[in-house]
């Protein structure tokens, strides 16, 4: 029933009871464009995790034909989805290279992001094995500690040019740690360690930014820009106005509405208790379709311009939702629980996580539809 890969509104399949998932790819692409405004230099379109839970066959298209010639995936095999859409893209690979992965990045020409000295001679070791050089991109960690070039390897490829014999450098980047935090120190920490580890690189086009860091001083916008949140309505700038259009609208169907008197619990745990007669609606939606369990008793939905409180535990496959004060709720009737008067933004504080923990959970059971929200 999924629609993917197309998106016209008249052809849309009825999701009939079940949770759907409306993605908007004009807001994707209207967002590419208003980030591109932002950036004089290169930008690429971070699609992992298949386009953050969006669908990356639907939306790498949908960038290519804005422009996007630059894309950013965790695995080769997430790689080789996007060859079959950016047939003269590049493709790079931001979990390093795995020599499982071989044939593929060789197949799909994907080129790894390098960061640590046995993931370079591993790639080295290839374009031996090929006799002709392999793009690479190559990432030196200034605070981040989790992947990357530590100084110490920095130096060692400085001081030994033949560790990086056969492999064509395309690009060096490095990863912030806190760029939604403009004033934080480690910002213009990790940007003058930064610096002083390209003077020891060979000369390739640098890249700082992901979505929040287009949003600081010019200093972070060099060279190749890498957003992915941004690209699907994500908030950059955590406590402003969200300056990007929203593309997701997630909605389900009223499985059950009931009326429980005072001094009643609802759900597992009875973690709610009634405390007037209440009406109850049921929701076919529910943590195996990517709800946070943890926004119980804490979240709302949207239903026709007002919000109805989330009450109780967040089931696997069902969530209750106080309608007492919303007598024209009706059996059926589907209820916005992420979306334009929901963003995603807003449900992952109720749940204590982040935005992309949202949308990248909502991939595996909800009907797809691509159409304009
Ligand atoms: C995921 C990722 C990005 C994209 O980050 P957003 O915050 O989604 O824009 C950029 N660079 C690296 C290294 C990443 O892992």
């Known amino acids: 029933m999924n629609q993917v890969g197309t998106w016209s509104a008249g052809a849309v399949a009825s999701a009939g009871g079940r949770p759907e998932l409306t993605i908007d790819l004009d807001s994707v692409a209207g967002n590419w464009r208003l980030l591109r405004a932002r950036h004089d230099g290169a930008m690429a379109a971070v699609v992992k995790a298949d386009a953050y839970g969006l669908g990356a066959a639907a939306v790498v298209p949908v960038l290519y034909a804005a422009g996007a010639r630059f894309f950013f995936v965790a695995y080769a095999h997430e790689g080789a989805l996007v060859r079959a859409h950016a047939p003269d893209a590049a493709i790079a690979l931001l979990n390093g290279f795995d020599t499982f992965e071989s044939e593929t990045c060789l197949a799909c020409d ?61 690009c060096v980047m490095t990863h912030l740690a806190h760029a939604e935090q403009p004033s934080h120190p480690a910002n213009p920490r990790q940007l003058a360690r930064f610096r002083a580890a390209l003077a020891h690189m060979p000369a ?55 009326d429980v008197p005072a001094g009643e619990t609802v ?46 535990r967040v089931s696997m496959d069902l969530t209750t939702f106080d309608a007492t004060d919303r007598p024209d709720v009706r059996l059926g009737d589907r209820i916005e629980l992420i979306g334009p008067a929901v963003p995603p933004d807003e449900v992952a504080a109720w749940a204590g996580t982040n935005a992309y923990e949202v949308l990248t959970a909502l991939g595996a059971r909800p009907v797809r539809q691509y159409r304009p929200l």
């Open 267 to 312: 759900g597992y745990n009875g973690i709610w208790t009634a405390r007037r007669p209440s009406r109850i609606a049921t929701v076919r939606f529910g943590y195996a379709d990517g709800y946070h369990r943890a926004a119980g008793n804490r979240g709302a939905a949207f239903f026709d311009g007002a919000r109805l409180p989330l009450i109780g």
């Open 110 to 170: 994907l080129w790894p992001v390098l960061g640590s000295l046995p993931e370079i001679a591993a790639w080295r070791a290839l374009a031996r094995r090929q006799g002709r050089a392999l793009p690479a991109l190559l990432h030196v960690d200034t605070g981040m500690n989790r992947l990357g070039l530590a100084p110490a390897d920095v130096e060692t490829l400085a001081g030994d040019p033949a560790l990086l014999a056969g492999i064509d450098v395309r």
């Open 204 to 258: 390739a086009m640098p890249s700082i930014a992901a979505s929040a860091a287009l949003f600081l001083p010019a200093e972070y916008r060099v060279g190749l820009a890498r957003p992915g949140a941004a690209l699907y309505g994500i908030n950059p700038v955590p406590g402003r106005p969200n300056p990007l259009r929203p593309t997701v609208r997630l909605t389900a169907c009223v499985a059950q509405l009931r």
